[in-house]
């Protein structure tokens, strides 16, 4: 289901039509590209359009299964690309400047994959710059606006994905989550967002914002065809060292499985903040897995209150560090200066925006000699307990519920200059980032003002599979 | 060599070296760019060693193989370790961080033994990436300062390298000197590296500072750009008195690091302490920690090469020259010693040999030419009494000019034969009879005059004689 009601076939199903020669992926392109041409200029979801691109790839296709070969289980499937992840000779911009005219010189490997697997790239779409926000507004190219409603944020970081997919822009959308930036815009846009294992999709050609959080992940507009694109990107990646070195059970047929017998667990240390709307969708989530047979428990996750302050320790120290490359000496933006060191200063101080310049202040910060062991050494350390804490959880029940936003999609500039409040956005996910698991958002009914409401489902390292059995379970419940 | 002078009064040098080696890897630490000196600038690269957005470093297998090979040669104890980011702005640094190993290294606590007998303790041996290089072009002498433009060559970037670290344990130029000798003559050994100094791929920093025996050690200063075994002893030595100097006039030597001008033969200021860079070190999150396993650290053990210290002791056994003889230590060092044992093996004399290949086979490489039975021959002849040390060299010049040969057969036609005692004698009295004078003045004791009888003998003998048997005989007759 797309923001304006209309319902579209299923990934699943168009890549099933387009391999049996049933659809032709030309006509699957001209209808997303047409989609895009009706509200694209309202929603302003895409950095870079691909249309050329992506009707020259679904051409290959058609005369691919025309000539009786298999284009692949994603075949004709449109995909939108975060402008985090590279892509050969198609500029990737982080919606920053400072990467202004940058054309990589090769894919990341999600890419190669989805090239292999027959999907088509529509478009590189829109985030808060370098991933870093809550509302899609730390783009250095404006906004990207929630489709159920113009006048409020998609969420962010990656709003660009959320968005595109809820407009019907695309079938299915890739974005990163380093702190909630793949959850919150689903929750917000009402669409199915999944946060991997950290280590379950390969970050080769991600543009790195926290590298030891961050992760690829799909947005769909199902549980089904999230699974679906997962099981295609998921696996090792000799190129990441940090991927994992295994294959994963397929998440499509794990979601042919019920939730009878599974124990859902209810953290009742969670921190509150959540609008009431938010929380009445979490209780009846609860109910509703309950009605399908599952065990409601509850479990303690004490340290997960303090995971956002862990986290803008980490976070912003290994953003110091990865961003610190952008120095005008090889690519992107340059700022010419009398010597090399104000070549740095000037480049850098016109090419990032303002919470990109607050997260490598504090990066630096918290990383610098003498008060290393008082932030980012307590921050690890915190860390570990967070995950200690949710694996102690994890033994008690097979998955967790929690709001995946505190509340539905905000106004514009309604966080106005206090970065805290938008930080506050992501206090449910954040936790999940720092433990290494998986989590995904799936859209569970609507709150004030009719906008959509996530809820969060949560499980332990791998365990992707219950996590999408509980998933599909809300959302049947909901049909 | 030439030996240094004490340092003056009763002071003592303390050095500790800081060793860098490229190792012999055919690709990079991170990726698969070559590595390879002398190439085209800018034409081993790829996207890891650029440093572009989104790429990951995979660590070098091989690299690793080559750092523990280094390790174990040098006694140390392989240990399981982390990779580190060592961040700093440089522009030939693509990434703005150094990754290296910072607090776990790969080898600790081994120790390097002199071949005089010195034990220099080797506190850590890391693995570490290199960074690219930059020529400064239109100021003076290379320097960066006042120069109109850097030009960066990043084939050298990512470049796998080994750091070794010795404890201060040296108390000479010399000792440095034949530390960084040792070590280079181990690194070649295990073929860790070419340990090119001049070509860079052995570079080494020296820790110097200078104090009273009994009392603490001194402030100390880092000499860099040292660039050749005979340069370290100088710099070292220079730097000690500079040291001497300001201490003796009643000043303090400041903390810093100075850089080795081979021209002027001085040091100079680079910068000071209060110059150094905040690295903010932090745990490398694109990559996982290095712990090799035990078989694979056996592995390595087990095939390593009989290193030069023993190669010296099994030479000095063969031969009964002292291990730390220059012949010992040249023969070594050239490779050449397989091949006096095959001499020793064929019959020969050892200790001839030695001195045969030491003198006349520079030029040959590990296998010389000449059949190790010929060279045993000539031993053999001369040891007899039948060639003197002269002759047998003369007859060795053929050989090797031939590449092989009879040594009795080149002897005879060259008309070397040995000269009986009474003949001998008879040549004796005759330079007594016709020299009167010079005899009076050898009975004197005057050493000048028995060069002319000893002259006088063999223009008589036709230089068949032998010098040490006529020297004996004139001493006999004096009385």
Known sequence: MTADGTSTPSAAAVAAAVRSGATKAADVVEQHLAAIAAREPEIHAFNTVLAEQARERAAQIDASVAAGNDPGPLAGVTVALKDNMCTRGVPTTCSSKILDGWKPPYDATVVNMLRDAGAIIVGKTNLDE????????????????????????????????????????????LGSDTGGSIRQPAALCGVVGVKPTYGYVSRYGLVAFASSLDQIGPFASSVEDAALMLDVIGGHDPHDSTSIPQRHPSLTEAIQQGVEGLRVGRITDLPEGADPDVQERLDAAFEALRAAGATIVDVQVPAFTFGLTAYYLIAPAEASSNLARYDGVRYGLRVDAADTNEMYGVTRAAGFGDEVKRRIMLGTYALSAGYYDAYYGKALKVRRLIHDDFERAYQQADVLLTPT???????????????FAMYLCDTYTIPTNLAGHPGMSVPFGTGAEGLPVGVQVLAGTLQEPVMFRAAAALERALS | MSSYDGLPGDWELVVGLEVHVELATATKLFSGSPNRFGDEPNTNIDPVTLGLPGALPVLNEHAVELAMRIGLALNCTVQPSTFHR??????????????SQYDQPLNVDGYLDLPNGVRVGIE????????????????????????????IDLNRAGVPLVEIVSKPDIRSADDARACVGELRAILLAVGASDAKMEEGSMRVDANVSVHKPGTPFGTRCEIKNVNSVRSVGRAIEYEARRQIDLLESGDKVVQQTRHWDEGDGRTHTLRSKEDADDYRYFLEPDLVPLAPSAEWVERVRAALPMLPAARRARLSEATGQAADSEAVTSVVERGQDDYVLAVAAAGGNAARALVHVKEAFAEQGTSPQVPAADLAALSLLEVGGTLTATQAKAVLAEIVANGGGDAAAIASAKGFEAIDTSSLECFVDEAIAADPDAWQKFCNGDGKAMGALVGLVMKASKGKADGKTVTALLNQKKG
Do not use: C, W
């Not at chain 2, 060592?86 to 990754?99: C, E, G, L, R, S």
């Open chain 2, 86 to 99: 060592k961040n700093y702005f440089y522009p030939d640094m693509p990434k703005a961080y150094q990754v």
């Open chain 1, 405 to 419: 936003s505190p509340s539905v999609a905000f106004k514009f500039g309604s966080k106005g200059d206090n970065p």
């Open chain 1, 130 to 173: 370098f991933a870093m926000g809550s509302s899609t507004e730390n783009s250095a190219f404006g906004p990207t606006r929630n489709p159920h409603d113009t006048s409020r944020v998609p969420g962010g970081s990656s709003g660009g994905s959320a968005a595109a997919v809820a407009a019907g822009f695309s079938q299915i959308a």
């Open chain 2, 124 to 151: 850590r041996a890391h693995m570490e990436e290199d960074a690219g290089k930059s020529t400064h072009v239109g100021g003076s002498g290379g320097r960066v300062h006042g120069a109109t433009a850097s030009l």
